[in-house]
């Protein structure tokens, strides 16, 4: 068979609130139901997401997540920040909801991660495989996000982080850019959530 389509249905606590977000993110409401079971269903272009609503769920002990493949993930990050921008007045980084800021690795950037008010973890990853990291700096970049980024264990990425800083030369390319994630990953651990 061919054409086959999979499309992940989320819990939250909340389809309104839900539905709010993804819009502010550039996505219609495409189906909302309230009864007999609340669901409400988005789309922005060929990315569809279904939630449905849960009494007395708790985002932040949730395990939902889905991956969604892109052609361009800098260019859904920065529509999905300043979607994020015009209604916050920033880009939301730390506690729910939050999302995380795509890295450059080797002039491309990497996927992203979009947390979203039920908790669910929407990963976005390019439709390519990224290049491989060049420099020791570049793979202590990686195993940071993965650790902070991809599972939430911001305290970790930043000791991986701040370890390879302290013994990088300062002449890497990507030198700036860890300082930057650094000074984020600092950000999402004092912040309140």
């Given at each position: 068979m061919a054409n086959e389509l999979t499309i992940p249905l989320l819990p939250c606590p909340s389809i309104d609130e839900i539905a709010s977000f993804y819009q502010m993110l550039g996505f219609e409401i495409t189906y909302r139901q309230t009864r007999p079971n609340p669901h409400v269903a988005l789309r922005r272009d060929d990315i569809n997401l279904h939630f449905f609503g849960m009494d007395g769920y708790d985002p932040a002990q949730s395990y939902s997540t889905c991956l969604v493949i892109v052609a361009d993930t800098g260019e859904l990050f920065e529509a999905f920040a300043a979607g994020?921008?015009?209604?916050?007045?920033?880009?939301?980084?730390?506690?729910?909801?939050?999302?995380?800021?795509?890295?450059?690795?080797?002039?491309?950037?990497?996927?992203?991660?979009?947390?979203?008010?039920?908790?669910?973890?929407?990963?976005?990853?390019?439709?390519?495989k990224a290049p491989e990291a060049q420099t020791k700096l570049a793979k202590a970049m990686e195993n940071a996000a993965r650790q902070a980024d991809a599972r939430g264990d911001e305290r970790q990425g930043l000791k991986i982080l701040e370890g390879a800083l302290k013994r990088a030369s300062g002449d890497e390319p990507e030198f700036q850019a860890a300082q930057e994630y650094r000074d984020e990953l600092i950000e999402r651990l004092t912040s309140p959530s």
């Open positions: 994020m921008r015009s209604v916050h007045g920033k880009l939301l980084t730390s506690g729910i909801p939050r999302m995380t800021r795509p890295r450059l690795r080797n002039d491309r950037y990497t996927g992203f991660t979009l947390v979203d008010p039920g908790g669910n973890w929407i990963r976005i990853h390019q439709a390519d």
